[in-house]
Structure formats: C-alpha cells, structure tokens
C-alpha cells in the first residue's frame, strides 16, 4: 500500500535550536519528493522538491535529504525562528496525477 | 485505516460547463478543507467547513460554490468553468478533536477544462 508516514506527529523547540523531521513512505513508482509548510488556515507553501537522483536540497535554514533506497527523507531546520510554527508536510509524487500526502509534524517554537 | 476520498478522479469539461467535485472524509472527522493546484503551483486554500457550516474562505472563485452534507461529505460545485480552472482539487479532512493543523489529504482530482 502506497502510504507517506511521518514523525514525530509534533514537537516543541526552543527558538534557535535545531531540529529534525522524519519523513518515510512506501509509495512505488515514485517521480519527486516535496516537503511544505503549512500555517494553520493557510495552504502548503513548497519547500524542497527533490527527485530520485538527488539526495540533498536546501531553502535557506531548510535542508532536506532523500534516501531513494531506504525510502526515507528528513527535514532540518536550523536556527529556528518564532516564524517557523507551523505543520510541516512530506508529500510524495507517485506520477503526474497522484500525490500522497503524509500527515504532518505540528512543530511549535518556543521563545 | 480509511483515508479521505474524492470523486472522480479525473474530469475533463468544456468551458462555461459546470462541475462537481465530491469529498468524502474519513469516519469521524468533521472539518473538511478544499485545496486548488495549478500547474508548477502550491496548492491554494478554498473554502473549508466545520459540522456542516462555512468555516473559512479562502481565494474561492464566486462562481465556485461548496457546502457540507449531513454525512460530512462535501461537494465543491464549479459553474462557467474557464481554462484556468484546470488543476488538481484537493480536498482534506481532520477532527476538530485532534486539532485542525493535522489534515488528511485526500488523492485529488485532476480537472481539465478544454
């Protein structure tokens, strides 16, 4: 079964700490990788986009890593910002038409 | 588990036609959201609703038009359709138990306007 899953489902850090989200999904055939942040009341705003021959990708203080073998991506967020409070989304590109969207890490920055 | 469903999956329309896009979320959730994906694009929030009322608006079309039934599923409703109009529709669900940041996507619906 195709399926995106992601952890922790929520975290709490202290502004100007790092931190990390695991993203693993089971989908096959696969063409690209996304990771959005999503402000509550808001819709997705993309992130990273990597395909299957790229393992590293960055946006500013966001760094996103895919492993195609193991079939796991992680988020890093350094330096976070009050800013970055927010749902972060790995969604994973199946074909053309088909995205499967994992459910989200609520991270939460603390002053 | 069961997941959010859209109906159909794919639609193709001709211009000034009318379509409906149909959400069904999973058992329980009570919050359903619409989603709209140009090409290259992030997806743009619509309209969501919440125990079958408008909860939120977002960059709706007003010849767009939704509501939530009594099931909680929901029909997005789109009149004189024009070329833009051809994205992928997402619709989402979650429960206001768990907190409206954690949304379910459903797969989406892929609308071509000729």
Known sequence: KNQVEQSPQSLIILEGKNCTLQCNYTVSPFSNLRWYKQDTGR???SLTIMTFS????????????LDADTKQSSLHITASQLSDSASYICVVNQDTDKLIFGTGTRLQVFP | AAGVIQSPRHLIKEKRETATLKCYPIPRHDTVYWYQQGPGQDPQFLISFYEKMQSDKGSIPDRF?????????????MSSLELGDSALY?????????????????????????
């Open chain 1, 43 to 45: 819709g997705p705003v």
């Open chain 1, 54 to 65: 790229e393992n590293t990708k960055s946006n500013g203080r966001y760094t996103a890593t």
């Open chain 2, 65 to 77: 038009s939704a509501q939530q039934f009594s099931d909680y599923h929901s029909e997005l409703n």
């Open chain 2, 90 to 114: 997402f619709c989402a669900s979650s429960s206001s138990g768990q907190g409206k940041d954690t949304q379910y996507f459903g797969p989406g619906t892929r609308l071509t306007v000729l």
